[in-house]
């Protein structure tokens, strides 16, 4: 990126910034404004913050009060277009924000003053999770290329506390600690970003930055310890497809007052116990003994009460008091009412297993993200754990319904904390094998001299693909759910007939999901005088659909990655068929394919005949949800030789033609 108009006021620039971030003249705000740049400097840009600035204070009980300002510069008409209205987010039950400053610095050097009186502040929007989640919405008007505009605004609380009386709604659930995980990437570039956080000397800070480098000074006062972290020069951060969270790889600091993931088990565990979360009531322990009633092994009472949480607690989040946050609601409350979120729903779980006599915990963890080794909260998802044979077991009855799992994969190498009397460290879910997750398609076919090709093929899959299957299915109205199998064939040929279908109920969770389909279709190879072309179906993917065979539809343009990429889980893909050939005709052109072992996937095609049937396996395999940037050569690798495959042609001669 160009910086050749700003080079010879930078210095000047970074000067002015450093000095004070909260009391410059107007005159000096033009002057930064000016020499910030354009669109010359920042060419792929429509708008550069010109500093970022955020101050914390933090207080004895652990609530703090925190400051942001920043001043950003309009380059681009499309800039000014998406900067007509600014907005927050805020949890008004356990945080406050307010705006003390908005104003717009116009090129022609007006400046003006935004009413605050004008701010509105409205209900979010909200679908399945009502916790009266509210916004405010700067309403900034039109601006103009080389306009700016400077905001400021104070905020304190924390997101989904405890909740008590007024005062203590702000301070955070694990009282006395405070944690933070600032991001020092951003989508725009920043010419300079500061944090600062003022903690009492009596608090021990832990804190350690994380996939790159930032200026860190420390001063004090008589009572509290100033930590500052800075960066200069902070270029747009570039996404790559399917990569894993920016948290995951892009610079930020993260600090905690907590000692370490051991202390944060025992509070999340005594938050809980304490608060009678999973007392176990008359009610709940009736329905959990008819539940089990017929259950010959504890593994299977397990699987009973996961299932019967999993589909019968709807998830659907209201304010009820205090059981938000890391109070998990009352498993009675859950049962009577028979919705809540998935701490609800992990909460209900954990008090039926009590009920049924096993030992049963709650966890924390992070769906989507890494949590580092230093203890501040990085949390989105609640799961259950039960003692089995000695050892945890993890469950969530939240992604289950319709999974043939008490875990589901879909959350493999994902870390999480279990509360525990005694403490535990902070743990990650283990790979599952990708043979666990199979999705096999065995097919058996005749083609006929009118390039006629008429046979059935039986698909079989478990886990997550078992779930997938179930998925399309659950999300369409019965009555069309044949159409739907139609439809997905169709990109084989228009002329496809199905003569007769069956299927596992996707309601049925009790054997795997099983697939048969007859079908006939007309005109399928492609005929001349001496040859037939075809591609036997099963090779060309009887389903072209994104939830079932996602890696069709993956962003495979980028030769090589620079960050780590994610994929739907562990699986193994198995193809066979066999394609009786029409008697007068021989093989004359067979593909052949080049086998790929890689660490994040492989794959395997063959093509045989053995008299006057065409064989034809394949094997892809993918090893991981998770993976590092060097898996990807042989990920991409493997998934493209599988679409070319679907796609390549048998060829066949009549016999006695000369050659």
Not at 292 to 309: G, P, R, Y
Not at 323 to 331: A, F, I, N, P, R
Request: charged fraction near 25%; include cysteine.
């Amino acid at each position: 990126m160009k910086r050749t108009k700003i080079i010879l006021s930078f210095i000047i620039l970074l000067f002015t910034i450093s000095i004070s971030l909260n009391a410059q003249s107007s005159d000096d705000i033009f002057k930064m404004i000016r020499s910030a740049g354009d669109t010359s400097d920042y060419p792929e840009s429509n708008r550069i913050q010109i500093f970022d600035s955020t101050k914390v204070d933090v207080m004895d009980t652990g609530m703090n009060i925190e400051t942001a300002h920043y001043l950003t510069k309009i380059l681009t008409k499309k800039g000014a277009k998406n900067f007509r209205t600014i907005q927050y987010r805020y949890e008004p039950l356990s945080a406050l924000i307010k705006i003390k400053k908005a104003t717009i610095y116009k090129k022609s050097g007006k400046i003006i003053e935004i009413d605050l009186d004008s701010i509105y502040d409205y209900p979010a929007p909200a679908r399945t999770i009502l916790w009266g989640s509210r916004k405010k919405m700067i309403p900034i008007g039109r601006l103009e290329v080389g306009d700016a505009v400077e905001i400021e605004y104070f905020q304190k609380g924390f997101t989904y506390a405890l909740l008590d009386n007024d005062d203590d709604k702000f301070i955070p659930p694990m009282k006395g600690h405070f944690y933070s995980i600032k991001p020092f990437w951003s989508p725009i570039p920043i010419i300079e970003k500061y944090y600062e956080v003022k903690i009492p000397k009596d608090k021990s800070l832990n804190y350690k930055v994380y996939h790159g480098d930032l200026k860190f000074s420390k001063k004090e006062t008589s009572d509290k310890n100033i930590f500052i972290w800075s960066k200069k020069n902070i270029e747009p951060f570039e996404k790559e497809k399917h990569m894993v969270s920016q948290y995951n790889v892009a610079p930020k600091v993260v600090m905690s007052t907590a000692k370490n993931w051991q202390a944060k088990s025992v509070w999340f565990y005594g938050v809980n116990e304490d608060y009678g979360s999973f007392e176990v009531t008359p009610e709940v322990k009736e329905k959990t003994l008819e539940i089990i009633s017929n259950a010959k092994t504890d593994l299977e009472k397990i699987s009973l009460l996961t299932h019967w949480v999993a589909e019968n607690i709807r998830y659907f989040g209201l304010t009820m008091g205090k059981g938000e946050g890391y109070t998990l609601h009352k498993g009675s409350m859950t049962f009577r009412d028979r919705c809540g979120v998935c701490k609800d729903k992990a909460g209900m779980l954990i008090t039926m297993l009590r009920a049924a006599g096993f030992e049963s915990y709650a966890a924390m963890t992070m769906a989507g993200a890494k949590i580092d080794t230093i203890p501040a909260d990085f949390f989105n998802h609640s799961v259950t754990i039960v003692k089995y044979k000695g050892k945890y077991k993890l469950l969530d009855p939240t992604w289950v319904p319709g999974v043939r799992e008490l875990w589901s994969s879909a959350e493999q190498q994902q870390n999480y904390l279990i509360g525990t009397p005694e403490g535990i460290d902070l743990r990650i879910t283990p790979i599952s094998p990708p043979e666990e997750h199979y999705y096999r398609v065995t097919g058996n076919s005749k083609l006929n001299t009118d390039g006629t090709l008429e046979g059935n093929f039986i698909i079989k899959a478990e886990k997550q693909s078992d779930a997938r299957f179930r998925r399309v299915l659950r999300g369409r109205h019965k009555n069309s759910w044949k159409i739907f199998f139609e439809e997905m064939m169709y990109h084989i040929s228009p002329n496809v007939e199905i003569t007769n279908i069956s299927y596992q109920n996707p309601y049925d969770i009790s054997k795997p999901m099983k697939i048969e389909i007859d079908y006939r279709i007309p005109n399928y190879a492609f005929i001349t005088e001496n040859e037939i072309h075809f591609t036997p179906l099963v090779a060309t993917y009887p389903f072209w659909n994104r939830t079932i065979n996602y890696h069709l539809f993956m962003n495979l343009s980028e030769d090589e990655k620079k960050y780590g990429f994610r994929y739907s889980s562990s699986r193994l893909v198995n193809f066979e068929e066999k394609v009786i050939l029409p008697n007068s005709y021989e093989v004359k052109v067979i593909p052949e394919y080049d086998s790929i072992d890689s660490t994040g996937a492989s794959f395997d095609a063959n093509y045989g005949v053995k008299k006057d049937t065409l064989l034809f396996d394949m094997n892809l395999v993918f090893k991981k949800r998770v993976y590092e940037a060097e898996d990807w050569k042989g990920f991409r690798e493997s998934v493209k030789s599988c679409k070319e495959m679907a796609n390549d042609k048998i060829v066949l001669r009549k016999m006695g033609e000369v050659r």
